[in-house]
């Protein structure tokens, strides 16, 4: 098969989304004949029919679902490109693209992003949430400029990547008023039989918190396991358990969500991550956080 024409594959775009050639015409502003031949040309060279004849009109064909969406994404991307062209307020806008693994607690990769808001030149931060592997296949494809993971990079992903030790803080935990009268004298004695919120499977903190618990020789009654760490937060504030969250980020903590702090540690730390392609940080956006992280991050 020879190479595509984006021509042609713009043609058949405009053909599938608007419904049929007479449309297509007046908005390419080409005779139907004319575009009715270049479809004929692209499936001449793709080597399938895309559409099935329905009296007058065209229907896509599985053929031609399957172009439409590759069609879409492209297309969709070069609008994308001009708008950012047309649209640049002050200059050229620094770009940052970044993936955050769902285990971050929120307050932590606000206070990690901050820093890069701070930069003297325009930038404009994209900020993606999701699962560590999902991100990492982004970053691959260059579609992220880093993940900030709690956690390097699983040796077992086939993903070429370096991973930035950011720091790493110890924990402290909370509870409201209420529990915190009967839980905070003899920390962490106190934790022994306490309700408290566990963060999910995903967390790198969740098998350093059971260790610590059994050097302690403590055993929580585990009253909820929480993958999203703002939502085991929402528990904690209605008074559900005890839970915990990086130091570095406890007086954010307590204000925001109106809790009492109960006891810390620094036995269990929490380390943070910048996952990139590169061996040496460049982009401006992560060398101001990597450079900030230092210090924020070492409670």
Same mark, same amino acid.
């Given at each position: 098969?020879?190479?595509?024409? &984006?021509?042609? #594959?713009?043609?058949?775009?405009?053909?599938?989304?608007?419904?049929?050639?007479?449309?297509?015409?007046?908005?390419?502003?080409?005779?139907?004949?004319?575009?009715?031949?270049?479809?004929?040309? @692209?499936?001449?060279?793709?080597?399938?029919?895309?559409?099935?004849?329905?009296?007058?009109?065209?229907?896509?064909?599985?053929?031609?679902?399957?172009?439409?969406? &590759? =069609?879409?994404?492209?297309?969709?991307?070069?609008?994308?490109?001009? $708008? /950012?062209?047309? @649209?640049?307020?002050?200059?050229?806008?620094?770009?940052?693209?970044?993936? %955050?693994?769902?285990?971050?607690?929120?307050?932590?990769? &606000?206070?990690?992003?901050?820093?890069?808001?701070?930069?003297?030149?325009?930038?404009?931060?994209?900020?993606?949430?999701?699962?560590?592997?999902?991100?990492?296949?982004? #970053?691959? %494809?260059?579609?992220?400029?880093?993940?900030?993971?709690?956690?390097?990079?699983?040796?077992?992903?086939?993903?070429?990547?370096?991973?930035?030790?950011?720091?790493?803080?110890?924990?402290t935990f909370f509870a409201t008023d209420a529990l915190a009268k009967t839980y905070q004298k003899d920390?962490?004695?106190?934790?022994?039989?306490?309700?408290? #919120?566990?963060?999910?499977?995903?967390?790198?903190?969740?098998?350093?918190?059971?260790?610590? !618990?059994?050097?302690?020789?403590?055993?929580?009654?585990? %009253?909820? $396991? !929480?993958?999203?760490?703002?939502?085991?937060?929402?528990?904690?504030?209605?008074?559900?358990?005890? !839970?915990?969250?990086?130091?570095?980020?406890?007086?954010?903590?307590?204000?925001?969500?109106?809790?009492?702090?109960?006891?810390?540690?620094?036995?269990?730390?929490?380390? !943070? &991550?910048?996952?990139?392609?590169?061996?040496?940080?460049?982009?401006?956006? /992560?060398? =101001?956080?990597?450079?900030?992280?230092?210090?924020?991050?070492?409670?």
């Open positions: 098969m020879s190479g595509i024409n &984006y021509k042609h #594959l713009h043609y058949f775009w405009v053909v599938a989304k608007s419904g049929g050639i007479g449309r297509a015409s007046e908005r390419l502003h080409l005779t139907p004949q004319t575009i009715s031949g270049q479809i004929s040309q @692209f499936e001449d060279v793709l080597g399938y029919k895309l559409f099935n004849r329905v009296g007058r009109r065209l229907e896509l064909n599985d053929a031609g679902r399957v172009v439409l969406g &590759y =069609a879409d994404e492209i297309f969709t991307l070069g609008e994308e490109l001009q $708008e /950012v062209l047309r @649209f640049r307020p002050g200059g050229w806008p620094l770009q940052f693209r970044v993936g %955050v693994a769902d285990a971050v607690p929120k307050a932590i990769a &606000y206070l990690l992003l901050e820093p890069a808001m701070e930069l003297p030149e325009s930038l404009r931060i994209v900020c993606r949430e999701g699962k560590l592997t999902n991100l990492l296949a982004d #970053l691959a %494809v260059h579609r992220l400029d880093i993940v900030i993971a709690d956690s390097p990079m699983p040796a077992n992903i086939d993903v070429r990547g370096y991973n930035h030790l950011l720091g790493e803080c110890g924990m920390f962490p004695k106190s934790l022994d039989a306490a309700p408290f #919120l566990m963060p999910g499977e995903d967390a790198a903190v969740r098998p350093r918190l059971i260790r610590w !618990f059994e050097k302690e020789k403590v055993r929580p009654r585990i %009253v909820g $396991e !929480f993958d999203d760490g703002a939502l085991l937060q929402a528990f904690g504030e209605a008074g559900k358990g005890i !839970f915990a969250a990086p130091s570095a980020v406890a007086e954010q903590i307590k204000k925001q969500y109106g809790v009492t702090e109960i006891g810390r540690t620094n036995a269990v730390s929490e380390q !943070f &991550y910048a996952i990139s392609v590169e061996r040496q940080l460049s982009h401006p956006a /992560v060398v =101001a956080i990597s450079s900030a992280a230092r210090e924020s991050l070492i409670r």
